[in-house]
Every structure is written in structure tokens, then in C-alpha cells.
């Protein structure tokens, strides 16, 4: 039994290998979720949660670069006392202000410099910054070397300011994240209760089977949004908001596989061998049933992160200053008619791309796993 089933993972393997867009999305899947571990390394904004704002250049197109000048922050004991590992996960504690510059120059023991954008605005062009306060009496050579740089946003930036691709890719990490946690949710309870419901049968399958049909009979969206608002407002509530509504189809998949497999008459030896019945769903029932819903899983993986996306676009999912697709669409749906689509066409596009590929690798499971063929 062991080398038949060795022997058919095997053979779901190298059809698995054939379908192209299964391994291309399974291999862009993988470079989204490296992307996602390390996003503040290649982050050009790695502030903690990119969330470094500079309102002179707000919504510019990509491609944008201009010269700025960082004035730290007098209270820094936090920045001192962050470790590397911490910055490299959870970024840099934010000590720095940002001025967006049209020029600067040196004067005595005074910075001047243009604010950025200011005559268009009717502001004071020329302000300044005094040596020995704003930059503890460094001398102005050290000042351009560690103060002032160019700064180019690749994607723009949007309506606050703030690079559009750091926060582009520490998003990688809410739709991941909500990914597994809701599947994982999701295949626990949808698992337990179908087995118990197929395996058992009579009240018990009767008990489960009622439960299974008033959760499908209410919306999606509705439930999740009413778990949220339960819940209330946050990171983890929406998490577990997501993979307490997803269970369901998991959950009849399994009840059906289960009445199917338990007839079987490995079951049936298993039974006057005197092993337990958990032990005979554990052990012998769920590694034979458990093909349909890894399947099932790349869905409901893609499903949950349109559903935070849609959340966060209704304001009740991930909450600022954390970067969300869904949140960066609602913040910029209205550009779109003010010539500057792209700030709400740059999330919409990425989480279609990350819903397809899951999309596409279960279908490649699914063609991979079917011993009809």
C-alpha cells in the first residue's frame, strides 16, 4: 500500500511538472511569499509599515526622483535599540522627517533650501535649517553624505506621499497572510466536522449537515463582514473572520469523500482489527480523501484574498497605517477620472495576478491528482 501510494505521488508529480502555468504559478507564488519575508530589504521606503510621508509630492507618476533632506528626530532611544533582525522583518522604527527639495545650499552654520513645489503653492520658497539644532553641529560635507539624497519612486507615490512600491510589497505580506491563516481555519473545521459527519452518519451527519446549510445559505461577504464588526476592527480579526466562513465547502467535500471511503473493505479489516474509529479516520480514511481538497485549498486561498481585498476597499479590513491592495484601491479609486489611474490600477493588477496563479495551480492539482486519466 505504502509503495502504490509512493508510486502514484510520483506519477501526480511528473504531471504536475508538465503542466507549464501550474509550476510558472507555483514558482511566482513562491517569489511573492520571498518577497514577502523580506520586503523591507528590498523596500526603498523601509520604515515600518512604509509608511514614511512627504505631502509636497504626493501622487506623482512613476519614475518620479527628487532630492530630500532627513532631519532626524531628537528622540531616537528606539532606533538605538532596534536589532538588525528587527528592522529586517518589521522595519525601521521612524526617527526621520522628510522635506522634499527643489534646491539647497550652505550658509555659515545654516542650511537653506527650496521647499519643493512651493511657488506653485504660493508658499515661502526658501526655508532653512540651523546646523547645530536640526543636525547636532555636523559639518555640511557629512550633511550631504548622510542627509540629503535623491530618492526615486519606481511606482509613484501616492496620495499621502509615500512610495507606492515599498507599499506595494509589504502588502505582499497582509494577502499571504490571510491566505494561509483563513485556509488553515478553513481546512481544520471543514475537515473535522466532515469526517465526523461522513464517518458517523444518523444524527450526528444530520447535526453537521444543518450547521453546513445555514452557513452556505447566508452571503459571504455578509457573514465576514458581520464576524469583523463582532470582532471588531483589525489585523487578526480579519484573519479569523475569513476562515470561519470558508469551512463549508471543505467541509462537504470531506463528508462525501468519507461516506465513500468508510464502505471500503481496508475500512472494514481495519474495524475487525479493533482499532478506534479516530484512529481509523486519521490513519486510514483522510490520506485517501485528502486529494479534492488540496485542490479545494488553492480556491479558497485565492477566494480569501479577494475577500480581505474587499474588505479592506469597504474599510473594515487591514487597518492604516498597515499597507493593504484592497485598502490602496480605496484610497485612489477617485484618480482615476483625474488622469492618475494608475495608483488604483497598480494593487487591482497585483491582486489579480496573485488570485490567478492560485487560481491556475489548483487547476494544475486538480489535472495532476485526477487517476482517471
Known sequence: MQGKSASLSKL??????????????????????FLAIFA??????????????????????????????????????????????????IGKKEVAQIYPVEDYSFKNDTLYYQVYGAASRDLKANQ???????????????????YIQTKHFWLGTDRYGRDLLSRMLVGIRV??????????????IGISLGAIAGYFGGKVDAGIMWLINVTWSIP??????????ALGKGFWQVFIAVGLT?????????????????????ITAAHALGYGNFRI?????????????????????????????????LGIGAQPPTPSWGAMIKDHYAYIVMGKAYLAIIPGLAIMSLVMTFMLVGNALRDALDVNE
Do not use: C
Not at 470558508?246 to 481496508?266: D, N, T
Not at 486510514?284 to 479592506?312: D, K, M, Q, R, T
Open 12 to 33: 501526480a508529480l511528473q504531471r504536475f511538472k508538465k503542466n507549464f502555468w501550474g509550476v510558472f504559478s507555483f514558482g511566482f507564488i513562491l517569489g511573492m511569499a
Open 128 to 146: 532653512f535649517f540651523l546646523l547645530h539644532e536640526d543636525f547636532k553641529g555636523e559639518n555640511p560635507q557629512q550633511i550631504e553624505s548622510e
Open 40 to 89: 523591507y530589504a528590498f523596500a526603498p521606503d523601509n520604515s515600518q509599515n512604509a509608511n514614511q510621508m512627504a505631502l509636497p509630492i504626493h501622487s506623482k507618476s512613476p519614475g518620479f526622483s527628487v532630492k530630500t533632506i532627513r532631519i532626524p528626530i531628537s528622540n531616537s532611544v528606539e532606533q538605538k535599540s532596534q536589532s538588525w533582525l528587527s528592522e529586517l522583518f
Open 281 to 313: 479516520i486519521y490513519k486510514h480514511i483522510l490520506p485517501n480523501v485528502l486529494a479534492p481538497v488540496i485542490v479545494i485549498s488553492a480556491a479558497n486561498f485565492a477566494a480569501a484574498i479577494l475577500i480581505e481585498s474587499g474588505l479592506s476597499f
Open 220 to 229: 459571504t461577504l455578509l457573514l465576514v463582514i458581520a464576524i469583523s464588526l
Open 175 to 188: 494577502s499571504l497572510s490571510i491566505g494561509f491563516v483563513a485556509v488553515f481555519i478553513s481546512l481544520f
Open 246 to 266: 470558508m469551512w463549508v465547502e471543505v467541509a462537504r467535500i470531506v463528508r462525501g469523500q468519507v461516506k465513500s471511503v468508510k464502505e471500503m473493505q481496508y
